[in-house]
């Protein structure tokens, strides 16, 4: 899974019929270390009820189908958790309550 | 799924059985934030009806079918979404019905 | 799918016996806007009969598994068409006959 | 597969059900020649129970849910084992006793 | 698939029990034009008994499991061929019993 920050949103009228009432959130990937942006981004669904600016992590290719609200349907990126913290070496590099 | 804008055709008469009557378009990926092109090309099944010029968004890999177009086809890349607005930070940077 | 042209090939003899009798085509896939060669190669079971200099498309992953030829075989990048135009902001940036 | 060190810890309590009670760790790829960490990172589920420090390989994609923790789980990279020893051009690079 | 030269191998003790007895091979993926490593790494399982040195190629994600050996376990690189030759534009960059 890779870590991303919810930066926006994406809205489609007229798209596959199996991702109707889905929302699609974008994602901008981050560097654990830094937790800033790496200017990458990428459209994730969302299965856990993200908002913006949460760091989240997303699954991508097949195993963003192994969620409730992606099973069957045509996401290659799904949001499966929030994260509260982010441990990198020993040091708390994020933690959603301090941050 | 990351975004797109579709910029042209590919034609294709000897292929395999099951993507014939299939159109196949030729997708540049674009930055959300300036929505501008990347110079990163891939060709896209299409299973909503995009036009010239339209952003997208496409569902790759395995994902990509999961569609009623695509099913059990050699699919590695189908537009999933015609793409009305992108919201980065709370500013539209895309409005279809603006831009 | 990723555009490519046909530019060699990998003989083997000593290979997984399920992929026996297929031919691996050595690709370097191209940049649409030029089809000029990127430097960067795969290579790829044939699905369609494609030659030497053809330009292609591919399929990559478990879609590569999707034809007659790949099913259930260890295939991650199957020919899947022998493009004959690619047009791109409306103008023939490739035509078979022609160039 | 991939070698990375586990260099941290990904703790998450919204996320998707199908996730409760797994370890993320965070892994930092590296370079086995040098066995230097790249400064690329991925979140991994953790199979085999690896410790801060170790240096692992993970499977990607839909590979990283054939473990018995992982089976139908959303995971694109899981832990699948605890390196002891890597050997380049017949000299140890690393060698878990010694390094 | 990728071309790669079979550089070293990884040891593991402690690993997920579906791979207990594969052996698992380093390699370094090679420009197929000049046949040079581009210091790229990846860790594969063997499905054909490639020895040090040899030029190989491997099938990457789900694919890499459709082999006898991989069958429903978590490898996402396989060996699925010992190269013999590459002919690029018509001439032999590399023949096993040449080079």
């Known amino acids: 899974?890779?870590?991303?920050?919810?930066?926006?949103?994406v809205?489609?009228?007229?798209?596959?019929?199996k991702i109707e009432g889905i929302k699609f959130l974008l994602l901008?990937?981050?560097d654990?270390?830094?937790?800033?942006?790496?200017?990458?981004?990428?459209?994730a669904m969302d299965g856990v009820g993200a908002n913006f600016g949460e760091i989240v992590f997303y699954a991508a290719g097949s195993s963003s189908r192994m969620t409730a609200v992606t099973q069957n349907r045509p996401s290659d990126a799904t949001i499966t958790a929030i994260v509260d913290a982010i441990d990198v070496e020993g040091t708390y590099v994020y933690h959603k309550d301090r941050d």
């Open 1 to 9: 899974m890779l870590l991303a920050r919810v930066v926006g949103t």
């Open 11 to 17: 809205v489609s009228t007229r798209k596959e019929p």
């Open 28 to 30: 901008e990937k981050i």
């Open 32 to 43: 654990p270390k830094t937790v800033k942006g790496t200017g990458d981004y990428v459209v």
